[in-house]
């Protein structure tokens, strides 16, 4: 039974033009999650997921394997990330073997370091009833205290009754990190939901996060990945 790394990167990004593969920091974006992976020795296999022939040659210079292309039904603006995952595992069955843990790697992610990928993998391991074990970190502002902007051009709270509450005393929330998430291949395959309680999170630091998916989300995080 493997375990396996599959990392999603479709050609067509629109805001950001061949973003997996435009340099950052020195090498194509890609690259960094390629290398997270292989740094962390628990993946028998890194696979690219693609509809590119580019991003396919440059993840396999970086040590990635990229045998088959996507279909264009699954690399269109709309798809959802489950079903890339759910058809890259397929095609391993296959053509491969059985895989009893699969972890999806997001491409634009620089930040991601291996002791945190070793961590998901414990997590499964460790609790039968894990279906997912994925990256999360907590909001740097209370949420609770969160405004809306209402059509007249005045201001509200989502939640009134925490205006005078202090910071301290309202609740701890947290957010998706967007880096990686692991499932066993039951669980991708049956198309489950990431988000519940059969779910276990592995908590990252917030100067480890960085959204990318604008120019400014670009030179913002180029600029921390240098100060890191």
């Not at 996507?70 to 759910?86: F, G, K, S």
């Not at 205290?145 to 701890?172: C, I």
Request: hydrophobic share 45%.
């Amino acid at each position: 039974m493997s375990t396996i790394a599959i990392i999603p990167a479709r050609g067509g990004s629109k805001r950001i033009p061949r973003k997996n593969i435009k340099e950052f920091c020195g090498k194509p974006m890609i690259a960094w999650s390629i290398e997270a992976a292989r740094a962390a020795g628990i993946f028998d296999t890194i696979l690219i997921s693609t509809d590119d022939d580019e991003i396919a040659s440059v993840a396999e210079a970086y040590g990635a394997e990229a045998p088959f292309r996507r279909p264009a039904e699954l690399a269109n603006d709309h798809t959802p990330t489950l079903p890339v995952i759910a058809h890259a595992l397929e095609w391993f069955e296959k053509n491969r073997g059985p895989v009893e843990f699969a972890c999806c790697i997001y491409a634009t992610a620089p930040f991601l370091q291996a002791q945190y990928l070793r961590k998901g993998l414990e997590l499964l391991q460790a609790h039968a009833d894990a279906e997912f074990a994925f990256s999360i970190t907590s909001y740097a502002f209370p949420i609770f205290r969160a405004l809306n902007r209402n059509a007249d051009g005045t201001v509200g709270m989502f939640w009134p009754e925490n205006e005078l509450k202090r910071s301290q005393d309202l609740p701890e929330a947290w957010h998706d990190a967007g880096q990686f998430y692991w499932g066993r291949m039951s669980a991708f395959c049956g198309r489950l939901g990431v988000f519940s309680a059969r779910s276990y999170p592995v908590v990252l630091p917030r100067h480890l996060v960085q959204d990318i998916d604008t120019p400014e989300d670009w030179e913002m995080a180029e600029a921390l990945f240098a100060a890191k």
